[in-house]
T-cell receptor, first 116, second 113 residues
Framework: AQTVTQSQPEMSVQEAETVTLSCTYD???????LFWYKQPPSRQMILVIR??????QNATENRFSVNFQKAAKSFSLKISDSQLGDAAMYFC?????????????FGKGTKLTVNP | DGGITQSPKYLFRKEGQNVTLSCEQN?????MYWYRQDPGQGLRLIYY???????QKGDIAEGYSVSREKKESFPLTVTSAQKNPTAFYLC????????????FGPGTRLTVL
């Protein structure tokens, strides 16, 4: 079974600085999908970024980018120019590409604090 | 506006009572999901449905039941068989194939007294 590990329960960053959140996963599959979700204090889950394993190019969405290392099974999230609104729980998630198994497997999350 | 609604936002029930959490979406999504979130934990899948009148168990289905009579609606019943029902419950939906983005509702906080 696939597992997702976020080794940093909490992180903090100064406003305007850059922070990297770590995620590793365990799978025997070659094709899959990876996600970073943000959960602010409102508890609404919001998709931050998505990566297809068959794509070598790292995904980027404005200030958010990933460092996807397939061989190392690592999927870290980099937040540049951090803003106060980035403060939230961040969850890494894995999704198989195989049909019939529809779940997202989530890590336990990293709580990000942004200091002014 | 398109989205997912969950009601109520907070729910209190006495131990031994069944309770039903509502989830409605107007995104025309085929797939819907129920997750449970506990403190310090990621989300865990309870049930999911890809089509009306069909649904599948997730990792922690024991003590829960669902129905999917309409495409827009996927209610979750927490039964008295669920040993530790106090948690935050999130509903989500997606287009198929379901490795597309899952959109989440605002959640329901269930407290069993």
């Amino acid at each position: 079974a696939q597992t997702v590990t976020q080794s940093q329960p909490e992180m903090s960053v100064q406003e305007a600085e850059t922070v990297t959140l770590s995620c590793t996963y365990d799978t025997s599959e070659s094709d899959y999908y990876l996600f970073w979700y943000k959960q602010p204090p409102s508890r609404q889950m919001i998709l931050v970024i998505r990566q297809e394993a068959y794509k070598q190019q790292n995904a980027t969405e404005n200030r958010f980018s990933v460092n996807f290392q397939k061989a190392a099974k690592s999927f870290s999230l980099k937040i540049s120019d951090s803003q106060l609104g980035d403060a939230a729980m961040y969850f890494c998630a894995y999704r198989t590409s195989q049909g019939g198994s529809e779940k997202l497997v989530f890590g336990k999350g990293t709580k990000l604090t942004v200091n002014p | 506006d398109g989205g997912i609604t969950q009601s109520p936002k907070y729910l209190f029930r006495k131990e031994g009572q069944n309770v039903t959490l509502s989830c409605e979406q107007n995104l025309n999504h085929d797939a819907m999901y129920w997750y449970r979130q506990d403190p310090g934990q990621g989300l865990r899948l309870i049930y999911y449905s890809q089509i009306v009148n069909d649904f599948q168990k997730g990792d922690i289905a024991e003590g829960y039941s669902v129905s999917r009579e309409k495409k827009e609606s996927f209610p979750l019943t927490v039964t008295s068989a669920q040993k530790n029902p106090t948690a935050f419950y999130l509903c989500a939906s997606s287009t198929l194939p379901s490795y597309n983005e899952q959109f989440f509702g605002p959640g329901t906080r269930l407290t069993v007294l």
